[in-house]
């Protein structure tokens, strides 16, 4: 099947920072979503991207989807401790959507 | 206004048995998709359904079937049960099937065990 790689695998980063994570596909996207998920708990929507280029925020979180429509990125600014959690991207292609294998991230107080 | 809910939110089966899970989308969305999440990974597609028609199909066997009914829920089903089909089954609910610029919205998920 198709396959988003999602990078870093994980990261650890103090209270306050930035954080930037991102997603590439060999193929061609029409639409990309940002996902958080909690512990035993279903994915949130954080942010999603219809157009290539297009630069959305949602408070702290902006993304943007890549001109190339290989590509997204994901960024959280100020990082606080509740920022804590698996963040998943997800691309939309033929009839269904692909996920990346999720950024873990820890925000140490 | 509620969420996707899924029902149950953990069970436990034995290898060779049949599970159903089932999934009530949120109020005014008429698509239905389901998704196998096992630890450690994203989501897989596993099936999508609008007015009760199949609209995708991922690369899962034929021990796995859904159907989707007029109120637009829907019930994943998987027979003869293996170790492996141990996961979190997520669902998930979109206005419309894509690409129309719809995004999908998730339920808590079933957590299967097989044992």
């Known amino acids: 099947g198709q396959q988003l790689n999602q990078s870093p695998q994980s990261m650890f980063i103090q209270e306050g920072e930035d954080v930037s994570m991102n997603c590439t596909s060999s193929s061609i996207f029409n639409t990309w979503l940002w996902y958080k998920q909690d512990p035993g708990e279903g994915p949130v929507l954080l942010i999603a991207l219809y157009k290539a280029g297009e630069l959305t925020s949602n408070g702290r979180l902006t993304a943007q989807f890549g001109i190339t429509r290989k590509d997204s990125f994901l960024n959280i600014s100020a990082s606080i401790p509740s920022d804590v959690g698996i963040y998943f991207c997800?691309?939309?292609?033929?009839?269904?959507?692909?996920f990346g294998t999720g950024t873990s991230l820890t925000v140490i107080p | 206004d509620a969420g996707v809910t899924q029902s149950p939110t953990h069970l436990i089966k034995t290898r060779g048995q049949h599970v159903t899970l089932r999934c009530s989308p949120i109020?005014?969305?008429?698509?239905v998709s389901w998704y196998q999440q096992v630890l450690g990974q994203g989501p897989q597609f596993i099936f999508q359904y609008y007015e009760k028609e199949e609209r995708g199909r991922g690369n899962f066997p034929d021990r796995f079937s859904a159907r989707q009914f007029p109120n637009y829920s829907s019930e994943l089903n998987v027979n003869a049960l293996l170790l492996g089909d141990s996961a979190l089954y997520l669902c998930a609910s979109s206005l419309a099937p894509y690409p129309t610029g719809n995004t999908i919205y998730f339920g808590e998920g079933s957590w299967l065990t097989v044992v």
């Open positions: 109020s005014g969305h008429k698509s």
């Open positions: 997800a691309g939309h292609t033929g009839n269904q959507f692909y």
